[in-house]
């Protein structure tokens, strides 16, 4: 399949444009995969992927959730996301056959499903339009990549409020008051990791949206009293 069709194919089939990859694909794709692979119970904090290391495994997270982190020659950490139930992760390693580019560590308790490359390539010959929609989610993130590289250049409460809304609308619950609750044990390293900071930038501009009662920080997440006003920053 030529990549214009997979592209082609990948927007017909996901309309939604969800991020997701169990979203992406059809029923009967989906009872296969249930067939497949090995179920893996990971406990907090453990590494499922390591970056640098071969190809070969492809995962699909049916609970928990896992931040995905990249590391420079230089020792400098960039967290890249949060996945959460419905994401795949090395997808991209399993098209390219290249070693892997970052790091999947578990936040919290998490129940992965692990399909070896040779599985995962029975998968694909089974249904072909699974590789249009690995091509097109592959694309999706690429363009998200972009759109925070354009952002990288912002002053830190921009880039801030934008990953805490990005946050919020991937993993967050809204209450009945409007406040939004993003229950991620991430750290303020994480946060500082993911827009490119310093953590000590991260706290300082916490401490004064705190102040202004735009947001609540606890030990185990963060809580976006004043949504409206994130957005509202430039």
Excluded: Y
């Excluded at 059809?26 to 497949?36: F, V």
């Excluded at 400098?76 to 996945?83: K, N, P, S």
């Excluded at 070896?116 to 699974?130: G, I, K, N, S, W």
């Amino acid at each position: 399949m030529s990549l214009d069709l997979a592209l082609g194919a990948a927007v017909a089939l996901a309309p939604n444009g969800s991020m997701k990859f169990v979203d992406r694909i059809d029923h009967r794709t989906r009872a296969d995969i249930a067939e497949l692979g090995v179920l893996r119970t990971v406990a907090p904090q453990q590494v499922v992927f390591l970056q640098g290391e071969a190809h070969g495994r492809v995962a699909i997270i049916e609970s928990g959730l896992l931040k995905v982190t990249a590391a420079s020659d230089a020792g400098r950490t960039a967290l890249l996301g949060v996945r959460g139930p419905g994401d795949a992760m090395g997808l991209a390693g399993a098209v390219s056959g290249r070693p892997r580019v970052s790091t999947v560590t578990s936040i919290g308790p998490s129940r992965l499903r692990v399909l070896t490359a040779r599985e995962f390539d029975e998968l694909v010959r089974r249904h072909p339009a699974v590789l249009a929609e690995v091509i097109g989610l592959l694309a999706d993130r690429l363009h998200e990549a972009v759109e925070w590289r354009l952002f990288a250049g912002e002053a830190v409460p921009v880039r801030l409020a934008r990953a805490l809304l990005h946050l919020a609308a991937s993993h967050g619950r809204t209450r009945q008051d409007g406040a939004v609750v993003i229950d991620l044990a991430l750290t303020q390293d994480d946060l500082a990791a993911f827009i490119a900071t310093s953590r000590d930038s991260v706290a300082k501009t916490l401490m004064a949206w705190r102040s202004k009662g735009m947001v609540e920080t606890r030990r185990r997440g963060i809580v976006l009293l004043e949504p409206a006003a994130l957005r509202e920053i430039r």
